[in-house]
């Protein structure tokens, strides 16, 4: 399966599963979504369980968390990340904080699914990283996916968790996984471990990493699209490097961090989302607070710089292969 | 300023900024009010197409007329027992009003807000509904809890963020939450009930329930996006919904000229959403509970969503924390044209021989000594500012379901802060 195939998948076991689960969102019904991640699922379960919706994000976050305080257990979805700002006023004000504030008379146990990220020429509103955002909200999970197998697994996951999540899906890599050299052929999924996918019902648990490769020389934390784009960039240099692909954000699987980076003494984290006050700035404090003395380089950050989302200069912005080789060059250097 | 030559013959553009007619010591004459005579207002089959409610959203449905008698097809024609339940859940609010802010004066909590001169837009429309239809409260409907019966001991315990309180003191005091009485958690952030009443609303239809949800506002907020995205899921699924906009005129130190009242009425909001509107006397229990009955039908039946415009006057000031002599004349309530939404139920009991005014003054005197013997109970449980009540680890719990490890670090490093202040806190 590629990822969109695997999304699906997870809606459509969990659709048939529980009869509270109900998808919703602009296009996903009988059109079956821009992304074609809900399609077929109209036609299998109804109108009243995956329909279209209104244009409007903070409508179809505030409608869901209504369904989910009525007992259902809704799976929205937001076009594209750079159009959930409409929404955050329900996300970090209700969603986020129900359960908390009427001390567990109610809860919003919603998946708000999301494509997010760049390399696809999306310009400034279709390649956005706004994980920072909602990881800095008390009360909400942050997921987010690099393969079709974790996909599935951890939505269902999402789906079935009682608390508020924010599942975002690096669609750079919905059809397959991405070197990061934007000028090579497109590869899929059909030859890549990570696009062998189960029909059925299995979960990944939330709040834990996955070492996707393991190494002796730096811990590299990342996640979404840059682990492949990591991946490949170690395989080039050749540099012993231990990879962690994060999966859950938040809450973070601190333990598989904080034991890598005490074996290799270096710590790299890459991401996309712009570097001031990304989630990098958090993963560097709590290395740095834990690791300090196992520390042999500073922590380095390749992200992406701090502008709005380029359209023409996209892979002068995008954090890729050359930024990721410097930093590594620089951090093994110390 | 560059003025274009071309147009150098029209008077340059203005920008209209709305301004009350009363500002503090100013002579108060409300008589540009539009009041219709009670009874006029035609009452339609509750199936009536939406595109036809244009005269019911410009004008006020009253039933109570001035001489306190119940007229017109609006008319609910109640039993007394439920009128003088109505009168005494109003009066409850009321007192539990004058006490609580009375206990805010006196330092005992942090915040209050009364609904004084508003109560039957609660008090009303609740008794309209069923008991299991879900309410999704603003901020100054108390009335619905009080009429569906939650303790008043609740309530106090949540205002005193003391031992007793459901929320755990995690709360602002009247943020209430009561899932056994249908009333939805209260947020701060104006509007946000909104949409959720609706999705509420959306997955009873979708479930083949029979219930379905009321949620309130104020005016002043029909400003924020959250409303036209309700009404407007709200009408595209014809949404088991009643939205009620409780128009009292002001919005703090804003009158409702803020929120667009100059140009129109909130009830005509809804007439460009295909939605049924009705504009309600909001000071006339009778009409509030006969248009929150008839919009209830409609919901029931499949019918769609109602706006109702709850037409009324905020007696007192926004909160506590509010001074309103600062913005507006004194005057304003005196002059109310539709008065008091107590006296006039009061009036219409004792014009049916049903009431009198000294069971009046013996029912206020009753109320005002159970809420002061409840309010001595509920101090039993502790005050704001009397030490903290909670047991510390609250703080932490609830943020998620299962409390992850970030949190149980935080925690214990608050645990150790309580050690070293020397344990001022509860016993754990």
Redesign the interface.
Known sequence: MNMIQAINSAMDVMMDRDPAV?VMGEDVGYFGGVFRATAGLQEKYGK??VFD??I?E??I????????????RPVPEIQFADYIY?AL??LV??AA???????????APLTVRSPFGGGIFGGQTHSQSPEGIFTHV??L?TVIPATPYDAKGLLISCIE???PVIFFEPKRIYNGPFSGHYDAPARNWSNHPGGEVPTGYYRIPL?KAAVTRQGAAVTILTYGTMVHVVAQTVEETGIDAEIIDLRTL???D?DTILESVKKTGRCMIVHEATRTQGFGAELSAVVQERCFYHLEAPIERVTGFDTPYPHSLEWAYFPGPVRIRLALEKILKD | MPVDAKRANLPPLSLHVPEPQFRPGDEVDFSDVAVPPAGEQPRPDTAADPGTFHELAYTLVRVLDEDGNAVGPWNPRLDADTLRTMLRNMALVRAFDERMFRAQRQGKTSFYMKCTGEEAVSVAATSALAADD?C?PSYRQQGILITRGYPLIEMMNQIYSNKGD???G??LPI?Y???DHGF??I???LT?Q??????????????GDTRI?ATWCGEGSTAE??F???L??AT?YKAPVILNVVNNQWAISSFSGFAGAEATTFAARAIGYGIAGLRVDGNDPLAVYAATQWAAERARTNQGPTLIEHFTYRAEGHSTSDDPSAYRSAQEWSSWPLGDPIKRLKDHLIGLGEWDEDRQAAQDQELAEMVRKTQKDAEKNGILGHGMHQKFETMFE????EM???LKEQMQQMLDEDDAAGHPGPKR
């Open positions: 109900v009243t369980r919706t209104p409007t903070c409508g976050i505030g409608v869901a968390i209504g369904m989910g305080a009525y007992g259902l409409p006023d329900q004000s209700e904080r129900l359960r908390y504030r009427s001390a567990g008379e109610f809860i008390s009360g999970k968790d009682n608390d709040g938040m809450p973070l601190i | 879900m999704f459901k929320l755990q995690k709360q943020m939450s009561a899932r939805f958690s947020s701060g952030n946000t909104f949409p959720q009443a609706v999705g509420w609303a959306m997955a009873s239809a979708a479930k949800s996006g959250d036209h995205s309700a407007t899921f595209v609830g943020v998620y379901e992850p490890w970030h």
